[in-house]
């Protein structure tokens, strides 16, 4: 993950009928998906660049990942 999106924590939930989801509690709009774990991560990824990339274009703050 880039170094930004590597700063907020994932949950990986593994579905009965196969897959992954992937929602970010500090980010509540990023939910995605993907076959492998892998694949949903790199998902994950994407998403939360996108969404940080579109509230930067929107002059909006971004949430602030939890300090670990």
């Known amino acids: 993950m880039a170094a930004e999106a590597k700063e907020y924590d994932v949950v990986l939930a593994e579905q009965r009928e196969g ?27 994407d998403a939360i660049e996108g969404y940080l990339e579109t509230m930067r274009e929107r002059g909006w703050s971004r949430p602030l990942p939890p300090r670990s």
């Open 19 to 45: 897959g992954f989801v992937v929602t970010v509690p500090d980010l509540p709009d990023v939910v995605t998906e993907g076959a492998t774990r892998e694949e949903a991560l790199a998902m994950a990824q």
